[in-house]
């Protein structure tokens, strides 16, 4: 693992926890300083280059959970050590930034990169999306997401959080809404938005509202806030991060067709045999099971690592997310 911050932090448990991966080595520059080690990496082989990490030799994947300008150098070396990489989101910080890694992917067939928006990985977004491609709900129509929290001062601390580029609600976190929009819903061709940083005047927005307008011709909205307190977000109505207090049953993503919809994760879905306005809807709600989309992304990683699989989310994949979430950044109107 390349950064043991906050996430690589949770990413060792995450291994921990798991039957597919063992955690070998781990560099971070922090381990130089008087920053204290903590008790997950003990007992495993800690660098302060990332270099000599990976001249060892003997790994087989390695997770950059680094902050988030140096994801594209970080995945680089890996692929130059002949090593799978699993990249947090955001998998660089513009579509400029990421060419090189692009352009190594498109020379060399071995190089394999999986980027972190583990939420494709979750069971609710896999049925939700075939309940979509199946035609169930009819042609998308119209979508509404949000993420809201309060996330406290001593996150912002960290001076890359605070900074562009890397920082801000829409890089951090928004990034994965307009991602699992995409993969639910389509491409997005265009997008306008409205970003504030009012409620904590840093150099980074901390509030956004985007409008969507899908290839299918949906028109969705996101909303989303570290600096408001609400129970409606992914990480709240999943199990997937414990760090977030779980909401059971609070939909974060609503989605709505000319047949039917569907709110997600919580899979109640919502149809009409002859649809009318005057009529009730047939309510059902269908079954979530393993859902834990952090084991899945690490099994599915092991198996892109292995050469078994391919990514299900490719760095071209994840950079059209970027690239959406970079053109709404652009309205950061104070
Ligand atoms: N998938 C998710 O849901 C999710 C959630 C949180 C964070 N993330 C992503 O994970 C990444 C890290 O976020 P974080 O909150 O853990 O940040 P963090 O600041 O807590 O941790 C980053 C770590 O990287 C280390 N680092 C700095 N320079 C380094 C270098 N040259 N080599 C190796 N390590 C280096 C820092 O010392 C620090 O320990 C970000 O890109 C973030 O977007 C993803």
Known sequence: MIGAGTFGLRHSRFIGRSDRADLVAVADPAFGSDRPVPGELQDVARYTDHREMLARGDLDGVIVASPSEMHVSHALDCLDAGVAVLVEKPVAVDREQAGPLLDRLAEDPQARVLVGHHRRHHPAVAAARALIAEGRLGEIR???AIWATHKTDPY???????RRPGGGVL???LIHEVDMLRHLVGEIVSVQAIASNKARGLEVED????VLRFENGAIGTLAGSDSA??????DQATEDDPTFPYHPGQPCLLIAGSQGSVSVPDLTVFTQPEPSWLEPV???????EGADAFARQLAHFADVAAGRAQPLVTA???LRSLEVVRAASQSLAG
Request: glycine fraction near 10%; aromatic fraction near 12%; hydrophobic fraction near 50%.
């Open 282 to 288: 047939a309510q059902t709600r269908l079954p979530v």
């Open 142 to 144: 119209t979508v509404a």
């Open 171 to 173: 890089l951090i976190n």
């Open 207 to 210: 509030t956004a509202g985007l």
């Open 229 to 234: 307190v609400s129970p409606w977000g992914w």
């Open 316 to 318: 071209e994949d994840a």
């Open 156 to 162: 912002f601390e960290v001076g890359w959080r605070r």
